[in-house]
């Protein structure tokens, strides 16, 4: 038979024909080896991401029993189950009512948390259990990326997919970014430091001259004076980390009844374009706010029943920006964003305005005075957060060939 071959191809074409085939048969599981072994290293660094924040948050919670004896391995047993807490989407098969639904399972799901915190907590006070909480669920989603990243590994391996494992390495710069990122807010959420995303909740205090009324829990409104008009100043409650979904829409409704609101204007984060500047300031119209959870359709819903003018103003800056600690260029935005709100203020034809801080407001007082000495807490972090930058950068050029 090989005779036959090789009078067909010849000796060196023989040779040559059973290198390719050995080619095509064994370099996509050299590929896929070669692959498997990157990603599983990186996966090794996911993990000790998620160690890191459960033992952070499990030191926290520590210190909240102050005069209690806490056994550590229990606790530790108790935060590392709940890491595999879950929410399940209502269906949405029927469009009709899913809101509600998503209102309704938000609560829930937030009371659930806030009752394992009161049962494992200590004598934690309202700020101390809000920082708990935030920095339990930025746990969580650092678990969550390892598990899904470990899930992933194992299906490669499984079936030799090259395809799959040509994905994920794409991916794993944003998936090791995104995880870094939720450990930096988990941490920052423990130690009640700002994070990027509360520069909505911080124009909104620096507006404030007084705390106000809790118009709806953890939600807290004021009376100001912004140039000749009345203003109303809203925001989640302070310091402890607070987003108040779900409770949002209800405080503005209220407002809106009360005094009969005909002008909101909302301040918030947002993702800015690859080329934008970090703290750039914009205006625009609709109630700026993540489109996830309820808060924003059921405002948009009040607005058009009530023939509400709605105004934005948003402080751009990336994904990772929002989740860490408040970096300077964001801090720095604020004046330009307050300046922009009383603009407004000043060119709107109603005279019954209400202006709006969406954001967690964790670290954040509720007024212009509770805020004042934010800089001073915030510049040991901007130090912190400049030396990783230049240190990011080093291994960045070390890495380029010579």
Not at 380 to 390: D, F, G, I, M, S
């Amino acid at each position: 038979m090989f005779e036959k071959v090789s009078f067909l191809f010849g000796n060196n074409d023989l040779l040559s024909f059973l290198l390719l085939i050995l080619f095509f048969y064994f370099y996509p599981r050299i590929y896929i080896w070669q692959m498997v072994s990157k990603l599983e290293t990186e996966l090794v660094k996911l993990e000790e991401y998620s160690k890191e924040v459960q033992n952070e948050v499990t030191k926290k919670i520590k210190s909240t029993h102050k005069r209690k004896k806490v056994n550590i391995r229990m606790l530790k047993k108790r935060v590392g189950e709940f890491m595999d807490f879950f929410v399940v989407s209502p269906v949405d098969t029927d469009p009709y009512g899913i809101l509600k639904k998503i209102e309704h399972i938000t609560k829930i799901s937030e009371s659930r948390i806030e009752r394992f915190l009161d049962r494992i907590g200590g004598t934690a006070n309202r700020d101390e259990k809000k920082n708990i909480k935030y920095g339990l669920v930025g746990a969580m989603g650092v678990t969550m990326i390892y598990k899904i990243m470990r899930h992933y590994i194992e299906l490669i391996k499984k079936t030799n997919n090259l395809q799959l494992a040509m994905v994920l390495q794409m991916m794993l710069p944003d998936i090791l970014k995104t995880a870094k990122a939720n450990v930096k807010a988990t941490k920052a959420f423990l130690d009640g430091i700002p994070i990027g995303d509360g520069v909505g909740p911080l124009v909104a205090a620096k507006l404030k001259s007084k705390v106000g009324d809790e118009i709806e829990r953890d939600v807290v409104v004021s009376a100001e004076k912004l140039g000749k008009k009345k203003v109303f100043v809203m925001k989640a409650k302070g310091k402890g980390a607070e987003i108040s979904q779900a409770k949002m829409w209800h405080a503005i409704e209220k407002l809106v009844k009360k005094e009969k609101i005909k002008h909101i204007i909302s301040i918030d984060a947002s993702v800015k374009l690859e080329g934008e500047k970090t703290g750039s300031v914009a205006e625009g119209v609709g109630f700026v706010m993540s489109p996830h959870g309820v808060d924003r359709p059921f405002v948009e819903e009040l607005a058009t029943k009530h023939g509400i003018e709605l105004d934005g103003v948003i402080i751009k800056m990336s994904d990772y920006e929002a989740s860490i600690p408040m970096k300077k260029e964001i801090y720095d935005a604020v004046p330009a964003a307050i300046e922009k709100v009383r603009e407004l203020v000043e060119l709107s034809p109603h005279n019954r305005i209400l202006v709006v801080g969406v954001g967690n407001t964790c670290g954040i007082g509720n007024s212009a005075k509770e805020v004042e000495n934010l800089e001073k807490v915030l510049r040991p972090v901007w130090r912190k957060l400049k030396k990783e930058e230049e240190e990011e950068k080093k291994r960045k050029w070390s890495l380029l060939p010579a």
